[in-house]
């Protein structure tokens, strides 16, 4: 048998801080308890019953040692309360510059995507000592990314995003378990955690399976969705033309004038009638619940690129 | 204690068992002493199911890739099992049984306020039981005891909605008990019997069936709204409409938290009699023991967020719902220094309901404090989800409630049952359920620490040492709770007979025969002494 | 509830003020108040309730324990209400973790 | 307890109790602690309805402007006159005027029947305009989608409120008819007295509860946001 663990590795920055505070809170547990055991043993043997009619003294309580114990736990109380929140509240906002990476939790696995277009199924490789938000959201039921290593956890919540960040400090292989019920194979969701030396890191990244770009991959959903058939580069189809779109001002049908932004198109895309490009008609269909997440932020990717490129023929303002 | 010998009852007392005879005297009765029993036989069925149910996982997980049952089925084990042992066996226990049997006799009264609410509620209780153990057989549940969306409402294909409104229907019997408790102890209360003369486990009633009569509706409404969602595919918890699955775990937790406190107040109640009785004094600091009762139950209801630090709720909230839930604990430390002050100077006698009491406060103090971790945000990031979550809930429910319940039934069973069980064969269980316990959850613990996730029918393999020895306890912690339930039945027909007061405790109830008649006392009883007057001169008083 | 009689007049009279509080509160929702409707049509709600609780429901000549135990029932209300609405207030207050760079959470609840 | 003593006691006394005075209060206690646990099972809805009026408030209008305000607003005074009725009969049972009480109950019943008529009426209309929420949901053609653009998703959670409250405050009234049914029997068999009037009392509190569901469901679920 390999040898008994008895404390996960402390594999991110804020592992030996939270440890500290654990173990805090077990020196207490275990002071108390022994405190509790011990006395009663002793009372329990002390004051053993020697006649069967004995009747001792009744003592009503005393005000001085109620509030003792009721001032000495309150203080105790303060003490791990502030530890825990400030802890918390240091560790809950990712430092700037972290390297980005989007997590989708689906029935059973876990599907990650570095910004230069890795995918990685039940796997993330990661560069030692930089720290590494996860913008992260589920296709389905509640899941939860745990690593026990890095003493980090999140729920991953469907129709929303939420997000965690750890900085490894350790290089290895660490635990990925799924800690929130999703089904049948809750207890196969699990992966693990790569944590390399940045050289190695980047030549995984070189040297990995380097799919196309996320631009690249938005451009196939754009064809395979049909957005090609209305909306032609030219602005003659029946949507608008996209090239030079992002980013810039937009005239809707109500006279509005909306910049549009990332929320704009995923807006647009979903539920398209809530915003009509001025000279067209709401024509456009939803594609709710048709793309997986993966395929709208690639497509919103594919669109922000195209923002960039010279708008082909100035839009005619069909009626 | 007098041992008395085994010769049979000299005159043929009336009492409430041998009253009236036939199935119709029980499944009709209004006795509220007849209906504690019928609840005490349903609640130890549902503790045997229940009961299997853990042993089936334990032995499941003594393998790393589970050596028993397919995945779904450790599912539909682990939601059955936390289903049954909590709705139908903990939540029922103590206030059921116990509490239906001797709240009338503590107070003095001739029964409860409302005796046909009180057998509506049993048959409320079975009615919920039947649909539950109809979608166990049919093909069980797997949603977990959280019924947490939208895994629940619209991903699960099992018996969701079966119960769904199993477990909303017996929401309803704990009500229709706690209602009957409050205006009891209100109206009913025999001369003399002011609020603080009144037994402190009457105090534990009244602190839960606060908890019981304003939290259960509101699981009652959100299974309500689940069970909707489940059937129809639409509802306000499905993402797809814009709707949040938090609201689901803030309405579930609303109640769920409060009804640990359903399940560990009443367990506090038993113990304060239990100590006071052995130790022949009044219970240290009294009145501080009675309001810090009323306290957990109101405290309680403010908590609950902290079920939820890593769902994604604010971090604003998870800050408030942290400092109420440190402030929750401090009632119950006030309430194991009073006890274990009780002990000073006492004449201590070791009958089997004072070592489950005593074994109460040491596991219930190292549950409480494990609550801490759960507590403070950053450990409970790294903690919540893991088998230290299941230890910490275990020693409350099992080490404390359970410990709790059997203290109660062994130190009351001679005046319900009129018998004395054999004390030899009930210290050597309780030492067996205190030794079983600590050797199936204290693992729990580390294993909670290496981060071994809750729910998981099969784990890494370098979880499988602790694991192993948590089977090993389980075994243990199952003999230790079958011995009770042998030489308790046996003593019914061969046991001493015991008489009215066999502990020399005081309290109304042993001032009526045991077991007592069915109009519990010949006249009202006039109250004119402290609870708990076992002090020299006043025991000459009330005499034996 | 004592064996107090209310004279048929009181309740007349109540029956009448109800009335016309719901015709207050339906008159009030066709003038455009912003905001202010929804507060209009709670106050107004709340006073209907409580001449229905003082008087249909005697609840002037209860005991005090009646009244503690309604208040109980206001305040455990305003307990779940308040205290989840805590969670859904503050939720915006921290940047919410939008995908990617920029992009708003899709049906953000 | 002796076979005298039971008889020496007074008509509707329970055994468990002193005197009937202990045992109207009781009735009492027990009925008003039962309405909170109905406040708590109300609650929860509310709680809920309240969080996502608050997160789609623009939804919830649309959806609340396809209500009918004119049939709310009747169904409104209905319940109110049969709580006038009720409160009435309370009254007659407690001077121990039987016929009137009797009367006040059928007038009672009356009126909770017109109010679950109207509500029937209204139920048609969102079957009929295809906005029922899990059966029948297909609200593009209707005059929903033109209100509440982009949020039909939420108007849907909107009528599943709608829906919700308005179908367990249905139930409720339901029950409620079923005991006035009951005490009407009792009363006509002269079952009640100046003395021994709970059951009447608490059948009367449960009624007023319901009414009072209903005087916070009205403005909450028809007048959101105010019609201009």
Redesign the interface.
């Known amino acids: 048998m390999h040898n008994l663990p008895f404390q996960p590795d402390q594999a991110s920055s804020i592992a030996k801080s939270v440890d500290n505070l654990y173990f805090f809170l077990t020196a207490i547990t275990l002071f108390f308890t022994a405190l509790i055991f011990l006395t009663i043993f002793y009372f329990m043997i002390k004051y053993r019953r020697r006649s069967p009619d004995e009747r001792p003294r009744p003592i009503e309580g005393s005000v001085p040692l109620e509030v003792l114990w009721t001032a000495i736990p309150t203080l105790l109380v303060a003490v791990m309360f502030v530890w825990g929140s400030t802890l918390y509240f240091q560790n809950s906002e990712a430092p700037k510059g972290s390297l980005e990476i989007f997590v989708t939790g689906k029935q059973w696995m876990w599907k990650a995507e570095h910004p230069e277009g890795q995918r990685e199924i039940n796997e993330l490789h990661v560069p030692l000592g930089r720290p590494v938000r996860l913008t992260m959201t589920s296709e389905d039921v509640i899941h939860d990314f745990f690593v026990p290593a890095f003493r980090v956890k999140k729920d991953v919540l469907p129709g929303r995003y939420t997000s965690l960040w750890f900085e490894p400090t350790q290089v290895g292989t660490f635990h990925l378990f799924c800690a929130q019920y999703c089904g049948a194979f809750h207890a196969g969701m699990i992966g693990s955690i790569v944590v390399q030396e940045p050289d190695a890191y980047e030549s995984w990244l070189a040297g990995g399976t380097p799919g196309e770009s996320i631009e690249q991959a938005g451009e196939k959903v754009f064809q395979a969705s049909g957005c090609s058939s209305c909306h032609l580069s030219d602005g003659t189809g029946l949507g608008p033309s996209l090239l030079g779109v992002f980013g810039h001002p937009v005239h809707l049908t109500t006279g509005e004038t909306v910049t549009a932004d990332d929320g704009y198109i995923r807006e647009s895309i979903l539920q398209p009638k809530a915003k009509i490009v001025a000279g067209y008609s709401p024509i456009m269909p939803t594609f709710q619940g048709q793309l997986t997440e993966e395929q709208l932020n690639n497509l919103v990717a594919y669109i922000r690129s195209l923002g960039a490129a010279q708008p082909k023929a100035k839009e005619a303002a069909k009626p | 204690m007098s041992t008395a010998t085994l010769e049979p009852r000299v005159h043929a007392q009336r009492t409430y068992l041998n009253a009236d005879y036939g199935w119709k005297s029980w499944l009709f009765t209004l006795d509220h002493k007849r209906i504690a029993l019928l609840y005490l036989v349903s609640i130890t069925f549902f503790f045997v199911i229940g009961g299997s149910f853990a042993v089936l996982m334990r032995i499941h997980l003594t393998e790393p890739q589970g050596a028993l049952v397919q995945?779904?089925t450790y599912?539909k084990l682990f939601t059955l099992h936390g289903i049954v042992m909590i709705f139908f066996f903990l939540i029922p226990s103590i206030p059921a049984v116990l509490g239906n049997f001797l709240v009338?006799l503590m107070v003095g009264?001739?029964?409860?306020?409302?005796?046909r609410?009180n057998l509506l509620s049993w048959y409320i209780f079975i009615v919920g039981g039947a649909f539950t153990l109809y979608s166990a057989i049919a093909g069980g549940v797997?949603?977990?005891w959280?019924f947490?969306p939208?895994?629940s409402s619209?991903?699960?294909q099992t018996h969701v909605t079966a119960v769904a409104v199993g477990v909303f229907i017996t929401g309803f019997s704990s009500?229709l008990t706690g209602?009957n408790f409050?205006?009891t102890i209100?109206?009913?209360r025999a001369p003399g019997l002011t609020w603080f003369r009144l037994p402190l486990f009457l105090w534990a009633m009244y602190a839960t069936s606060?908890i019981m009569?304003?939290?259960?509706?509101?699981l009652?409404?959100?299974l309500f709204?689940l069970a909707?969602e489940h059937?129809?595919?639409?509802?306000?918890f499905s993402?797809?409409?814009?709707?949040?699955?938090?609201?689901f775990q803030?309405?579930f937790w609303?109640y769920s938290h409060p009804a640990v406190y359903i399940m560990i107040l009443p367990a506090m109640g038993v113990v304060s009699e239990v100590i006071a009785c052995f130790?022949?004094?009044?219970i240290?600091?009294?009145?501080?023991v009675a309001f810090s009762s009323v306290a957990i139950a109101v405290l309680g209801?403010?908590v609950?967020?902290h079920h939820?630090f890593?769902?994604?709720?604010?971090?604003?909230?998870?800050?408030?719902?942290?400092?109420l839930s440190?402030?929750v604990?401090?009632p119950s430390?006030?309430k194991?220094?009073?006890w274990?002050?009780t002990?000073?100077?006492?004449?201590?006698?070791?009958e089997a309901p004072m070592l489950y009491a005593?074994g109460f406060?040491?596991l219930f103090?190292?549950g409480g404090?494990?609550g801490?971790?759960l507590?403070?945000?950053?450990?409970?990031?790294?903690l919540?989800?893991?088998y230290f979550i299941v230890a910490h809930f275990h020693y409350i429910m099992v080490g404390g409630a359970v410990m709790g319940y059997l203290g109660g039934i062994h130190f009351w069973w001679p005046k319900i049952s009129g018998r004395k069980y054999p004390n030899a064969w009930a210290a050597l269980a309780a030492a067996i359920v205190f030794v079983g316990f600590n050797l199936t959850f204290f693992p729990q613990f580390?294993l909670g620490?290496?981060?071994m996730?809750?729910?998981?029918?099969?784990?890494?393999?370098?979880f499988?040492?602790?694991n192993v020895m948590s089977s090993a306890g389980a075994t243990i912690l199952g003999v230790g709770y079958l011995i009770p339930l042998v030489y308790l039945i046996w003593s019914m027909r061969y046991g001493p007979v015991a008489e009215s007061n066999p502990w020399g405790a005081t309290g109304l109830e042993w001032k009526t025969p045991s077991p007592p008649p069915p109009?519990n006392f010949a006249e009202?009883p006039v109250v004119n002494e402290e609870a708990y007057?076992?002090?020299?001169q006043a025991?000459e008083a009330t005499g034996d | 509830m004592s064996q107090h009689i209310v004279p048929q007049r009181t309740y007349i009279f109540v029956f009448l003020g109800l009335i016309g509080l719901t015709m207050l509160t339906t008159g009030v929702a066709y003038i455009d108040l912003g905001p202010l409707n929804t507060v209009a049509a709670l106050v107004i709600a709340f006073s209907k309730m409580l001449l229905v609780v003082l008087f249909f429901m005697h609840l002037r000549h209860s005991g005090g324990l009646i009244r503690v135990v309604l208040l109980a029932g206001f305040f455990w209300l305003a307990l779940l209400i308040g205290l989840t609405m805590s969670d859904y207030r503050t939720r915006s207050w921290t940047p919410a973790p939008d995908s990617w760079s920029s992009t708003a959470p899709p049906t953000h609840p | 307890m002796t076979e005298a003593e039971a008889h020496a006691q007074p008509a509707g006394l329970a055994h468990q109790f002193g005197d009937l005075e202990q045992q109207q209060s009781a009735a009492t206690l027990g009925i008003w602690v039962f309405l909170v646990t109905e406040i708590m099972f109300f609650g929860g809805l509310f709680a809920s309805y309240a969080i996502y009026r608050w997160l789609y408030f623009a939804a919830f209008e649309g959806g609340s402007h396809v209500l009918d305000i004119r049939l709310g607003a009747t169904n409104t005074m209905v319940l109110l006159a049969s709580s006038l009725t009720m409160a009435l009969s309370v009254r007659s049972a407690q001077t121990g005027n039987r016929k009137a009480t009797v009367i006040f109950l059928i007038a009672t019943m009356i009126l909770g029947g017109i109010f679950l008529g109207i509500k029937g009426v209204e139920y048609n209309q969102k079957f009929v305009e295809h906005i029922v929420p899990g059966l029948d949901w297909s609200p593009e053609g209707t005059v929903l989608s033109r209100l509440a653009p982009g949020g039909l998703e939420h108007a849907q959670i909107y009528f599943f409120f709608y829906f919700a409250m308005t179908g367990l405050h249905a139930l409720h009234m339901i029950i409620g008819m079923g005991l006035l049914l009951w005490l009407v029997v009792r009363a006509h068999k002269g079952a009640f007295t100046a003395s021994y009037f709970a059951p009447v009392e608490v059948v009367g509190l449960y009624w007023h509860f319901v009414d009072i569901v209903w005087i916070f469901l009205f403005p909450l679920l028809y007048l959101i946001g105010g019609r201009y």
């Open positions: 995945p779904e599912n009338p009264a001739r029964d409860l306020a409302f005796p609410l797997d949603v977990g959280t947490y939208p895994y619209i991903y699960s009500i209602l409050i205006v209100h109206k009913m606060i009569t304003l939290g259960t509706p509101v009652a409404i959100t709204l909707l059937l129809f595919h639409v509802g306000i993402p797809e409409l814009g709707g949040d699955p938090l609201l803030h309405l609303f130790a022949r004094k009044r240290f600091g009294y009145k501080i209801f403010l609950w967020g939820m890593v769902t994604g709720q604010s971090v604003y909230a998870g800050l408030i719902f942290s400092l440190f402030l604990a401090i430390a006030i194991v220094f009073n274990t002050s002990l000073y100077k006492g004449s201590i006698s070791y005593l406060i040491g103090t190292m404090l494990t801490l971790f507590a403070s945000l950053a450990t409970d990031v790294h919540n989800g893991t580390i620490y290496l981060g996730p809750r729910r998981y029918a099969f784990y890494p393999a370098e499988q040492v602790l109009e009202i007057a076992y002090s020299a025991q």
